[in-house]
Nanobody, 119 residues
C-alpha cells in the first residue's frame, strides 16, 4: 500500500490549509485512514482518523478546527485545517490500516508533508 500526500506549506496563524492523501497499490480493504503529526523533539501524535465505518476521532488540540473526510471509492483522505496556530507546525503523515489479503493487515505511512504556521 502506497500513500501519497499533498498539500501543506507555510501559512500565517489563523489561516487554513488542506492536506490530501491517496492510497494505491494492492490491498483488499482499508480500515482506518487518518493523519498523524510530529513536531521537532516530540513524539508522533494522532491528529484525526476516520474508519470505513463508525465515528471519526480527533485530538483534543484540533477539535473544532480541523475536519477529516474520506472518499471510500477513491481511497483518499483529506484534512481541512482551519484557524491554524503556531503549535500546529509539524510534519504531517498520512496513515492507513489496510488488509493486503484476507489474513494480512498492517499499518502504512505516507512520506510526510511539512506544515508551518507563523505567528
Amino acid at each position: 500500500v502506497q500513500l501519497q500526500a499533498s498539500g501543506g506549506g507555510l501559512v500565517q496563524a489563523g489561516g487554513s490549509l488542506r492536506l490530501s492523501c491517496a492510497a494505491s497499490g494492492a490491498f483488499l480493504r482499508i480500515n482506518d485512514m487518518g493523519w498523524y503529526r510530529q513536531a521537532p523533539g516530540k513524539q508522533r501524535e494522532l491528529v484525526a482518523k476516520i474508519p470505513d465505518r463508525g465515528s471519526t476521532k480527533y485530538a483534543d488540540a484540533v477539535k473544532g478546527r480541523f475536519i477529516i473526510s474520506r472518499d471510500g471509492a477513491k481511497n483518499t483522505v483529506d484534512l481541512q485545517m482551519n484557524s491554524l496556530k503556531p503549535e500546529d507546525s509539524a510534519v504531517y503523515y498520512c496513515y492507513a490500516n489496510a488488509f493486503r489479503s484476507n489474513v494480512e493487515v498492517g499499518d502504512y505511512w505516507g512520506q510526510g508533508t511539512q506544515v508551518t504556521v507563523s505567528s
